[in-house]
């Protein structure tokens, strides 16, 4: 029954030119092209399990209008306080973002944002760096090839789902030499921990996921959120939604899907691929995929 009515989003919209149109719509998902202030004050309270996006980062994307440094902190405070509202008791906040860059100097945003996250109370659980291998070749500083993700919790009764993101153990043979459970495996089976330190590669021109936004989330790092911190079921909200990774992440592991962002022509292709996930067309990289496989050959 579940499968039917996520299913159930019509695309069948009107007929142009013999061409078919499909709805913006869709049984699990709630997204709109609006500012996120709006979007997020005609939520309920404590209604969302998770809270993932990756904002702008204040250096002039075609996305986004630079303005000061004061006035990109008081809007990420009126958003983040629309976010802290919005969370449930269990729930968890997950805000992605790399270096606001000025004039050859970086502001690490994590540093600064980090603030308004315990004006809340909120506690940080895990500041995870994101590496990844390519990216902008510096001449005058070391290229940056990582960015952060600040893991924040309401309460300390949260969601933390750990065996499904379990990766690969290095020794997974290994076992114990000595003691009561001598011969026995040492690891466990399903993988270990993946740390706090996600080597995934980022979304360039050769990616399978690639869209017309320059920078996107891959699926699989937004997947490795929703399996741990929600149960199916619940509710992930992305105010900075952009092309719909996060959507799609959602989607994939029956969660619900809300979010907005002010670009139309962002939020229609955030609808064509939740469209294509549902018909089975849509290519994503695997989430645990390795980096590079030297034996692969």
């Given at each position: 029954?579940?499968?039917?009515?996520?299913?159930?989003?019509?695309?069948?919209?009107?007929?142009?030119?013999?061409?078919?149109?499909?709805?913006?719509?869709?049984?699990?998902?709630?997204?709109?092209?609006?500012?996120?202030?709006?979007?997020?004050?005609?939520?309920?309270?404590?209604?969302?399990?998770?809270?993932?996006?990756?904002?702008?980062?204040?250096?002039?994307?075609?996305?986004?209008?630079?303005?000061?440094?004061?006035?990109?902190?008081?809007?990420?405070?009126?958003?983040?306080?629309?976010?802290?509202?919005?969370?449930?008791?269990?729930?968890?906040?997950?805000?992605?973002?790399?270096?606001?860059?000025?004039?050859?100097?970086?502001?690490?945003?994590?540093?600064?944002?980090?603030?308004?996250?315990?004006?809340?109370?909120?506690?940080?659980?895990?500041?995870?760096?994101?590496?990844?291998?390519?990216?902008?070749?510096?001449?005058?500083?070391?290229?940056?090839?990582?960015?952060?993700?600040?893991?924040?919790?309401?309460?300390?009764?949260?969601?933390?789902?750990?065996?499904?993101?379990?990766?690969?153990?290095?020794?997974?043979?290994?076992?114990?030499?000595?003691?009561?459970?001598?011969?026995?495996?040492?690891?466990?089976?399903?993988?270990?921990?993946?740390?706090?330190?996600?080597?995934?590669?980022?979304?360039?021109?050769?990616?399978?996921?690639?869209?017309?936004?320059?920078?996107?989330?891959?699926?699989?790092?937004?997947?490795r959120l929703v399996l741990s911190l929600t149960n199916e079921g619940e509710s992930v909200l992305d105010p900075y939604l952009g092309v719909g990774s996060s959507a799609i992440a959602a989607l994939k592991h029956n969660r619900n899907a809300y979010g907005c962002d002010l670009d139309k022509g962002y939020i229609d292709i955030a609808w064509d691929?939740?469209?294509?996930?549902?018909?089975?067309?849509?290519?994503?990289?695997?989430?645990?995929?390795?980096?590079?496989?030297?034996?692969?050959?």
């Amino acid at each position: 029954m579940a499968l039917k009515q996520a299913l159930a989003y019509d695309n069948l919209d009107s007929r142009d030119q013999g061409n078919v149109r499909r709805l913006k719509r869709d049984a699990q998902a709630t997204i709109s092209c609006e500012g996120n202030l709006k979007f997020m004050r005609g939520l309920a309270d404590e209604s969302m399990n998770l809270i993932v996006t990756s904002p702008p980062y204040n250096i002039g994307k075609v996305y986004e209008k630079r303005t000061s440094q004061e006035k990109y902190v008081e809007d990420q405070a009126a958003c983040i306080a629309e976010a802290v509202r919005l969370l449930a008791p269990n729930g968890s906040i997950c805000w992605q973002v790399g270096n606001h860059v000025d004039n050859g100097e970086i502001f690490p945003l994590d540093i600064i944002l980090y603030p308004l996250f315990k004006h809340h109370g909120l506690q940080l659980r895990n500041r995870i760096v994101w590496t990844f291998g390519h990216g902008l070749h510096c001449q005058r500083r070391f290229s940056g090839r990582h960015e952060t993700i600040l893991w924040f919790t309401k309460t300390d009764d949260y969601t933390f789902n750990l065996d499904p993101i379990r990766v690969p153990s290095k020794y997974p043979n290994k076992k114990h030499f000595k003691g009561p459970n001598k011969g026995e495996l040492s690891s466990n089976p399903l993988g270990k921990n993946p740390s706090d330190v996600w080597d995934i590669p980022n979304v360039k021109s050769n990616h399978v996921e690639k869209t017309d936004h320059p920078c996107q989330f891959p699926i699989g790092l937004v997947e490795r959120l929703v399996l741990s911190l929600t149960n199916e079921g619940e509710s992930v909200l992305d105010p900075y939604l952009g092309v719909g990774s996060s959507a799609i992440a959602a989607l994939k592991h029956n969660r619900n899907a809300y979010g907005c962002d002010l670009d139309k022509g962002y939020i229609d292709i955030a609808w064509d691929r939740i469209h294509q996930f549902r018909a089975g067309t849509l290519r994503t990289r695997p989430m645990n995929k390795p980096v590079y496989d030297p034996d692969a050959k």
